[in-house]
């Protein structure tokens, strides 16, 4: 019998591939015109030979190395943390329409982030820096109120939508009244309800990249228990599962990986919701599977979304999560529409 | 050429500006000879004209924001979201407004108060017909004329001097999300009078006032100066920093110019305050 | 497995389920939990399971516990709603049946193949292993429920009226290979229904709940009689005997 929890091989192949794509793609794409040729020679001297004799200027090569680069790399990294903790909330709550943007934990996150920042506390933790202690907390606030408000009208798909409707409803509303008592420019609460990649260099790379790493390994290894508890919480339990230390582990992951993505991007909304499903559809329903999946095809879509949000009317750019919203709107139809009744 | 012959004309339109005065803009609900005295005005930058055209005795209340000058009437009313009531409470006879919003000229008319509305002006002319719009609903049309006269000269001879000067590039930054006024906005209009290229321009294809750029782009379009409107040191240091930020001639001989960001947002008479602060950091190391 | 309770309760806040229940269940016994609806079976089950807190012994293999799952005892537990993932195939449906068995790390090995193939092949199920759980009939989801309680290597099976929605046919068949396994494999077999008739040829062992108390525990042959059958169920009944002797009962509306 072959290996059934295995990645399928042309599945990773192809997600790497699309990746490997989007990646040249968001390179060699942008306002400036630089080309291609030229782009593919310097990466190569860059990296495999030491030789800076590029037909590039400077100001080509920050371009290239400090701009387009960290921003495909942050874009990734964005994309995979919503993806990837849309697949954890999809499996705790055994509800294919849990996403972080609909459970109100993006909303959450940007609360906390702000209320830190406007009332410039210092509760650093543990390795947590200030501001993504606060997104944390107000992310995970925000979940488990969700989570409560629905369990107590019933448990069902919709109640828990209709709860974290209602709770990011409430929490976007105070950030905007938050930023605006302290006079942030209407601008940059725009930017930030609608979702942006903010990157100058590697810094906000960085902040993240550790906080994925961390996060995505525990979700991952606890696919396994994501499957289990697609029985009932008993059965898994009978299983050798345990639901409930699943539960608080993945939520808590899945809350601390969307509040640093938040915290540098805004609210991107229904990357979190498309990409599970899209690899779902493809490969099958097996949670070992998909939150791997998921990770490189989120950050493949994120990154293109980018590419394109900046090309495609440079030297203008488009707000990502315009971009995001107009493609995972649809789909969210769709899938309601597919899967009637079953949800 | 064709540019330089737009310009020409730009620039003879407004010299007669003051003295022709022939617009047929905005019509007027008040009666000339019936002078107002118990205006209010929910607009910050109409504030200031009332009060630069002599009619700060006939205010009797401005929005929260009106700031400026310091001795305008401010009181708790929203500019963003006026509330009617709140506005009829000070009885007023006319109400000065940019900004029309949840039909409130048609229910201040409707129980008995005149009102003006008018909208955030495109470019400089549009100011001198609004002060002398605003001069002639209230009575003090003289003074207006003189006001529009003086700005006229001063904005005159700004552009005569940068005329001859090579045509500098500047970028103006709103914030980090990179959202820059371009010519089609009133502020990015007075960039195109002192002959100044702005960047922002070929960002705004779709002439919407305010394009958001493409970091990169601003980097390859290497901006000659950086227009900051109310930032901070700490902000500018920040900036410095931006990778192959040091690489742009405004960073590198230091063109910041940071401004009152309401002299930077408002069409009123300190529009020729703001331009020019442009022009004397422009000029800085030129010759 | 071996199983027993002194003065085993459950509260759910002032609300006492289950009242003080003693029994001593001999190892490899097909057990018969009866009970009319409400008396308590499922609360049972999911005591002895370790779901819920409970006051008083439990005793499993003659060491005290506090519950099957708490000492990660190997046991298989099917509620009267089976789950059916979508998207789930009946191998890896089989699979979960492993999860303690295969390392967190390295996923599952040859064994655990081995242990599911072998399983989906006592059930008759190997044909359709690749089949989504989703698509499965009635009857072979029961089975593939036991093929999972199999892989698993499960010493006791507790099953919460599995019958419940059966056919005829499908009700005979599956208490038939339950029957088979627990005499092949050795296992405890807990089964909360109310199928009197079907099960008189394979149980063992009775369990009866009344109200939250323990009626009976013992010998199933015993309460296969009218008398305590009519107190049980507080109506009338018939019985008859079919041809090889075993007696058949039917509740009579005689008493409305």
Not at chain 1, 32 to 57: A, H, Q, Y
Not at chain 2, 112 to 133: D, H, R, S, V, W
Not at chain 3, 104 to 112: M, S
């Amino acid at each position: 019998m072959e290996d059934i929890f295995r990645i399928p091989r042309l599945a990773l192949t192809v997600s790497f591939l699309i990746l490997g794509f989007a990646a040249l793609a968001s390179i060699c794409l942008g306002a400036t015109k630089i080309p291609i040729l030229n782009i593919f020679e310097f990466m190569w001297d860059s990296f495999f030979t030491s030789g800076v004799n590029s037909s590039l200027s400077e100001i080509e090569k920050t371009i290239i190395m400090e701009w387009r680069l960290p921003r495909f790399v942050l874009g990734a990294l964005v994309g995979a943390s919503l993806s990837v903790a849309g697949s954890g909330f999809q499996g705790v709550f055994r509800n294919p329409l849990a996403d972080p943007f609909l459970l109100g934990s993006a909303a959450g996150a940007g609360l906390g982030a702000t209320l830190v920042i406007v009332t410039d506390l210092n509760v650093s933790f543990l390795f947590l820096g200030s501001v993504q202690f606060g997104a944390f907390l107000g992310a995970l606030v925000a979940v488990i109120a969700a989570a409560i408000i629905s369990s107590s009208s019933g448990r069902t798909t919709a109640s828990l939508l209709l709860s974290g409707v209602a709770v990011a409803a409430f929490l976007t509303a105070c950030q905007t009244y938050l930023m605006q008592r302290n006079f942030v420019s209407i601008q940059e609460i725009y930017g930030w309800l609608i979702g942006r990649l903010l990157t100058s260099g590697w810094g906000e790379v960085l902040i993240i990249l550790p906080y994925f790493v961390f996060c995505f390994s525990i979700i991952f290894m606890y696919g396994r228990e994501l499957d289990l508890l697609r029985m009932s919480e008993d059965e898994s339990k009978a299983l050798g599962g345990s639901p409930l230390q699943a539960k608080i582990v993945v939520i808590s992951c899945a809350s601390l990986m969307t509040a640093v993505a938040v915290s540098v991007s805004g609210l991107i909304a229904f990357v979190g919701l498309v990409i599970p499903h899209v690899v779902r559809l493809a490969v099958g329903a097996s949670y070992r599977i998909i939150i791997p999946l998921s990770a490189i095809i989120g950050a493949a879509f994120l990154s293109s979304a980018d590419t394109f949000a900046r090309s495609a009317v440079a030297p203008a750019e488009l707000p990502i999560g315009v971009i995001t919203a107009f493609i995972g709107a649809p789909f969210f139809v769709l899938i309601l529409k597919l899967s009637k009744g079953t949800i | 050429m064709k540019k330089l012959f737009v310009e020409l004309n730009l620039l003879i339109s407004l010299i007669f500006l003051g003295l022709t005065l022939s617009f047929p803009t905005f019509l007027a609900i008040a009666a000339a000879n019936n002078r107002p005295e118990r205006i209010v005005s929910i607009s910050p930058s109409l504030t200031e004209i009332l009060f630069a055209i002599g009619a700060g005795q006939q205010v009797v209340a401005v929005d929260n924001i009106s700031n400026y000058p310091p001795d305008a009437p401010t009181s708790p009313l929203s500019a963003m979201e006026p509330n009617m009531e709140a506005i009829a409470t000070f009885e007023p006879d006319l109400v000065v407004l940019s900004y029309d919003i949840g039909g409130l000229v048609k229910g201040l008319n409707t129980i008995g108060i005149n009102t003006i509305l008018l909208p955030a002006a495109l470019n400089f002319e549009e100011i001198l017909n609004q002060i002398i719009e605003l001069g002639q609903v209230t009575g003090n049309l003289d003074q207006a004329r003189e006001l529009v006269e003086e700005m006229n000269t001063e904005m005159t001879s700004l552009i005569s001097m940068r005329k001859s000067k090579v045509r500098m590039s500047v970028y103006h930054e709103i914030d980090e999300n990179y959202y820059s006024p371009s010519t089609n906005s009133f502020i990015g209009s007075i960039y195109r009078l002192l002959n100044l290229h702005n960047i922002a321009d070929q960002a705004d294809k779709d002439g919407v006032g305010y394009p958001k750029l493409s970091p990169e782009y601003i980097l390859s379009s290497n901006p000659g100066m950086i227009i900051l409107p109310g930032k901070t040191p700490e902000y500018v240091a920040k900036l410095k920093n931006r990778p192959g930020w040091s690489a742009i001639d405004a960073v590198k001989q230091e063109r910041f110019l940071i401004i009152d960001p309401d002299i930077g947002s408002r069409w009123g008479p300190r529009i020729v305050a703001f331009a020019k602060a442009v022009v004397a950091r422009s000029d800085l190391d030129e010759n | 497995m071996q199983v027993a309770a002194e003065k085993l309760s459950v509260n759910f806040g002032k609300k006492s389920i289950l009242k003080g229940l003693s029994f001593r269940i001999p190892s490899g016994s097909f057990v018969a939990l009866l009970g009319p609806n409400g008396s308590g079976k499922s609360t049972l089950l999911k005591a002895v399971a370790g779901f819920i807190n409970f006051t008083g012994c439990l005793y499993v293999n003659s060491a005290r516990s506090r519950g099957l799952t708490t000492e990660k005892k190997l046991f298989s537990y099917v509620p009267q709603n089976l789950s059916q993932p979508a998207g789930m195939t009946l191998c890896e449906y089989v699979m979960l049946g492993r999860t303690s068995h295969s390392n967190w790390f390295l996923g599952e090995r040859e064994k655990d193949y081995a242990a599911v193939a072998n399983a989906l092949d006592a059930l008759k199920l190997s044909s359709s292993s690749n089949q989504l759980v989703t698509t499965l009939s009635g009857g072979e989801m029961q089975r593939a429920t036991l093929a999972r309680a199999l892989a698993q290597e499960a010493t006791c099976l507790l099953l919460d009226e599995p019958t419940a929605s059966m056919d005829f046919a499908r009700v005979i068949e599956v208490i038939n290979i339950l029957d088979e396994l627990r005499s092949r494999y050795k296992f405890t077999v807990v089964m909360a229904t109310h199928d009197i008739n079907s099960l008189s040829r394979y149980a063992d062992f009775g369990l009866v709940l009344k109200d939250g108390s323990s009626l009976y525990s013992g010998k199933f042959s015993a309460i296969m009689n009218r008398d305590f059958l009519e107190n049980l169920y507080d109506t009338k009944i018939e019985c008859v005997k079919n041809k090889k002797g075993y007696p058949l009962f039917f509740a009579t509306a005689d008493n409305l």
